[in-house]
C-alpha cells in the first residue's frame, strides 16, 4: 500500500529522502571540485635571536631584562611590562601570560661568562 504524500511528510519519509539526495550532491561537487571552495589559511612562523648578557642586559622586542644567572645555566629574567620575574632552565621555556608555553626558550647559559641565548618565536 503505498503512503500519500502528507502521510510521508508527517512520516519524515520525504523530508528524509530529499535531505539524503542534497548530502550526495554536495559531496560529489566537493569530491569533483565543482561547486566548492576550500579557504586556504596561511600561517607564517618567525623567530628571533636573543642574546642576554652583562653588557646588554635588556632587550626591548622581548620586553625583558636578565637578572641573573645560575650555575646550573638557570636563568631569571624581569619583563619590563608587568614586573613578573621568569626562570627557565637551558632547553625549556619561559612560560606566563606575556610569552605562552612556547613563545621564549632559553637555548643556553653561562653563568662563567654572564651570557645567556634566547630565541623568541610567534606566528600570525
Not at 619583563?79 to 627557565?88: D, H, N, W, Y
Amino acid at each position: 500500500m503505498e503512503m500519500s504524500l502528507p502521510s510521508k511528510i508527517a512520516a519524515g519519509k520525504t523530508f528524509e529522502t530529499f535531505g539524503s539526495m542534497v548530502i550526495l550532491a554536495i559531496i560529489i561537487l566537493c569530491v569533483t571540485g565543482s561547486g566548492c571552495s576550500f579557504n586556504q589559511v596561511t600561517i607564517r612562523e618567525y623567530q628571533k635571536d636573543i642574546l642576554l648578557s652583562k653588557a646588554h642586559s635588556q632587550d626591548d622586542f622581548i620586553g625583558a631584562r636578565l637578572i641573573w644567572i645560575g650555575g646550573d645555566g638557570t636563568t631569571k629574567i624581569h619583563v619590563i611590562s608587568t614586573g613578573r620575574e621568569l626562570k627557565a632552565k637551558p632547553g625549556s621555556y619561559f612560560v606566563s601570560k606575556e610569552y605562552g608555553t612556547e613563545g621564549l626558550q632559553l637555548i643556553s647559559a653561562s653563568a662563567e661568562k654572564g651570557e645567556a641565548r634566547l630565541v623568541a618565536r610567534w606566528a600570525d
